[in-house]
């Protein structure tokens, strides 16, 4: 879920720091992601200190080449030589996948499931027509501000609704996004790494930044018409001067008084597994399925039908420049796993 979430924060932000690129950077996130309702108490129980204190996050980017390292796992990335290197630290070894492999699983997975019926799924309404949805974006800046990292930054509150078109929230439910961003002055470490990260999505194939943030919003429709959201939310981003440098998410579900939560893959008229990220969207839809315990849809009904799905507080503790060699290198000594 760490992920899930860094993918929703890279999917609201990309872009907004303005920068111009051309040096090392180094940065330090911690993020911590809570679970609404049983799954969050479970996931509570069996993270461990992980799910009860956050992750640390350590990206590195030197020319051409970036390291992405959570606790005893990372990636470093070689724009140069076309390569990912998936690094255990504990066990000291790591693993090779070139872009053209990683490109030919991404066809594969954007392929049909092969272990689907190819039977189209079930329209999610009685009369057989997919559902359509309104997107409505919130954008405020608040004037609050907070020393994070050592910068003085300023809130922006964003909120994004999704409704079924024609009705309010709470009659056909729908979703709720809030986010709250402290922006800082622009960072030259972070452009040096969307820099980067547009580099890698030219040479993965996604054409541009935004061609990759395109294919991740459909790795994550569990929820319809969450490209519209982001699409909105986009469209209203002239709030976000700077870099973001810490960012709380809360994602609330509404079950609506006339909705009856159709499965996602109906209301999108795909098949599970058609796209990019299809893990994803079957997490996205068993917590969409999960009904709770008595005590949460009683506490649900008590707050108008609203129900927390997922918050997540991703916070930057350090940045800066000048990367050493060693930072985005394989250790010595470290073995290569073949498979």
């Known amino acids: 879920m760490r992920r899930v979430a860094g993918c929703l924060v890279f999917l609201l932000l990309v872009g907004l720091s303005a920068a111009p690129a051309g040096a090392d950077s180094a940065i330090t996130e911690k993020t911590r992601v809570t679970l609404g309702g049983a799954l969050g108490k479970m996931a509570g129980l069996l993270g461990g200190k992980r799910a009860r204190e956050g992750t640390i996050t350590e990206y590195h980017v030197r020319g051409d080449r970036m390291l992405e390292r959570h606790g005893d796992t990372g990636r470093l990335v070689d724009l140069a030589e076309e390569k990912i290197y998936d690094i255990d630290y504990r066990r000291r070894r790591y693993s090779v996948t070139t872009f053209a492999e990683f490109r030919r699983k991404m066809e594969r997975l954007d392929g049909p499931d092969p272990g689907g019926t190819g039977q189209e799924q079930p329209s999610p309404d009685d009369e057989g027509q997919a559902l359509e949805y309104e997107v409505e974006v919130q954008i405020d800046e608040t004037g609050r501000t907070e020393i994070i990292a050592g910068q003085e930054c300023r809130e922006v509150k964003t909120v994004v609704t999704l409704r079924q ?27 040096e790494r ?12 996604f054409g541009d930044l935004e061609g990759m943030r395109k294919s991740m919003v459909s790795a994550m429709t569990a929820w319809p018409g969450m490209d519209q959201a982001m699409q909105a939310f986009r469209d209203k981003q002239a709030a976000f001067r700077g870099s973001p440098l810490r960012t709380e998410l809360t994602i609330e579900t509404v079950a609506g008084s006339e909705s009856a939560d159709p499965p996602a893959e109906a209301e999108t008229g795909e098949r599970p597994g058609a796209k990019l990220g299809g893990m994803l969207r079957g997490l996205g839809k068993r917590l969409r399925r999960s009904r709770g315990s008595e005590g949460e849809r009683a506490a649900a009904a008590d707050a108008g039908g609203k129900r927390v799905l997922m918050t997540s507080r991703t916070e930057v503790l350090s940045q800066g420049g000048e990367v050493a060699e060693s930072a985005v290198s394989i250790p010595e000594g470290f073995e290569r796993r073949r498979p």
């Open 194 to 205: 969307l820099e980067f990260q547009r580099r890698m999505a030219e040479k993965l194939g």
């Open 165 to 191: 078109k024609g009705k309010s929230l709470e009659e056909g439910g729908g979703l709720v996004l809030s986010a709250g961003t402290w922006m800082g002055p622009e960072s030259q470490a972070f452009a």
